[in-house]
């Protein structure tokens, strides 16, 4: 019994003696960043975060950064770091139209660009426009007729123009647009309807792009009443209209099912606009040589180079899906290219595989990143925080960092940071990511004393709105922003 005594003593002793060591507090960053993930609002959530100080390259911070999550919008990130570290800042799409004499050739380069009315605008010109001008360049040859077809050489990607993976109730819409080689418009119509002189009558019926393949069967009526409905079974080309009619009434932009055929249709369109007759059809056949050069026989009559960064600009700031789709694919063929494979035609496959070995390349962890689409539509993609940040990282040190940076939403200012973080206006850059259960954000933040953190916050599996969860997003740049190096 005294021998236990003895040792009830000793510890009595030793805890006496630890009590009177301090306490080591966690840094005041981490300490305001656990403070804020304590108030995520439902346990069942996912919480990844991962922060890296970029002078430094010391990760500040992180909770759960290598569980892998849903990206959303996010997976932009890794298809624009891609894009820029293969296809290079110089890299510009190029569509052409050619002639052999007898057919008019338009052939592909993925360029998703075509026609995209935000770009337009800020050209100053119609979305038509660069179709004009091929259509001036004929007339000036005196070419009023031509005798053959118009035919499209799609061949840089592949036939799988609807990604497998993308929900049902998503196909249809402007955002899960099918992506081809030839693209216009976004691949989408847009489709008003106004009333009439009289009640009763039928509805008027506009639509842009002008083409002859939508098939619109108007049932809507001038009056009041239920306001105007559009069907649209997705896959078709069929759009009724119903409803009421009292004023102009916009629909939200319908995809089409053929973006090559829309293409083709819409230059056919413009040509006879402009006084040339197409005497043949529209038909597909790949005229490109092996290694990608047009062949002798064609005479190109006219080009349309989109560089990528307009490009970059749509899918980043502005999260436009068939730009960040098309980037992926043109990085798989590019890729497949390089490495020789007998079918080079850019596809989702080709650019997940391409995007994986680049990030792998950059020094990166891949474990757990599934790369399903390329502007993170899919739920089947998967991510980590810590993989977000990587890039992130190794972007700002590229030689491309500026114009990556650029792609990026700034809040307060543009793109879908445009309302969101007045407060830090302009000192956050950084790529939104939404979809149900799903909010992501991730990017840069800059402090007043110059110091910069890549940051990504993903919240996985919550109900209700996702307001909650950006005001926490939000908490974790004003965090930042007010929190030097240390």
Request: include cysteine.
């Amino acid at each position: 019994m005294r021998g236990h005594g003895a040792g009830f003593v000793l510890i009595a002793a030793i805890s006496a003696a630890l009590s009177t060591l301090p306490v080591l507090a966690q840094p005041p960053l981490e300490r305001e960043l656990r403070a804020v993930l304590k108030a995520v609002p439902h346990v069942e959530v996912v919480t990844g975060v991962c922060i890296v100080e970029l002078s430094s390259g010391r990760t500040v911070f992180e909770h759960q950064a290598d569980q892998p999550l849903i990206p959303a919008s996010s997976m932009k990130v890794f298809v624009m770091a891609a894009a820029l570290a293969e296809l290079g800042g110089e890299f510009a799409f190029e569509t052409v139209l050619a002639t052999d004499g007898a057919d008019l050739h338009l052939i592909d380069d993925g360029d998703p660009s075509l026609g995209d009315a935000r770009l337009c605008q800020q050209r100053s010109e119609a979305p038509t426009a660069g179709f004009e001008r091929w259509a001036e360049e004929l007339l000036s040859h005196h070419v009023t007729r031509v005798r053959g077809d118009l035919v499209i050489d799609e061949s840089i990607f592949d036939e799988q123009v609807t990604n497998p993976t993308w929900g049902p109730d998503d196909l249809g819409k402007w955002y899960a647009t099918p992506v081809g080689a030839l693209n216009f418009n976004d691949n989408c119509l847009d489709i008003t309807v106004s009333p009439a002189r009289s009640v009763g009558e039928l509805a008027l019926v506009s639509m842009q792009p002008e083409n002859s393949l939508a098939k619109i069967v108007n049932k809507c009526r001038t009056g009041t009443g239920k306001e105007p409905v559009l069907h649209h079974p997705p896959g078709t080309v069929d759009f009724v209209i119903s409803g009421r009619c009292s004023k102009s009434w916009s629909f939200s932009p319908v995809s089409f099912p053929d973006p090559g055929l829309l293409t083709a249709d819409v230059l056919r369109t413009v040509l006879a606009r402009k006084g040339i007759t197409l005497a043949g059809k529209i038909r597909r056949e790949r005229v490109r040589q092996p290694d990608g050069k047009l062949p002798p026989l064609l005479s190109v009559i006219g080009r349309q180079r989109t560089p990528i960064t307009d490009v970059m600009q749509r899918a980043g700031k502005n999260s436009q899906n068939l730009f960040a789709e098309c980037l992926l694919k043109r990085l798989g063929h590019v890729w497949a290219k390089r490495h020789g494979t007998i079918d080079p035609r850019g596809s989702w496959t080709l650019g997940g595989q391409a995007l994986v070995e680049a990030t792998r390349s950059a020094g990166i962890d891949t474990t757990g990143l599934l790369v399903a689409d390329g502007s993170g539509l899919s739920r089947a993609n998967r991510c980590t925080a810590r993989q977000l940040a990587a890039i992130l990282v190794w972007m700002d040190r590229h030689p491309e960092a500026r114009l990556f940076r650029n792609s990026l939403s700034v809040a307060g200012v543009d793109g879908s940071l445009q309302k969101q973080l007045k407060d830090l206006s302009g000192r956050v850059h950084a790529k939104t990511g939404t979809m149900r259960g799903v909010r992501t954000l991730a990017g840069y933040v800059d402090a007043p004393d110059g110091t910069r953190y890549a940051f990504a916050v993903m919240f996985n599996g919550y109900k209700g709105p996702s307001t909650p969860y950006r005001e926490l997003q939000d908490r974790i740049c004003r965090i930042l922003a007010n929190s030097p190096a240390g």
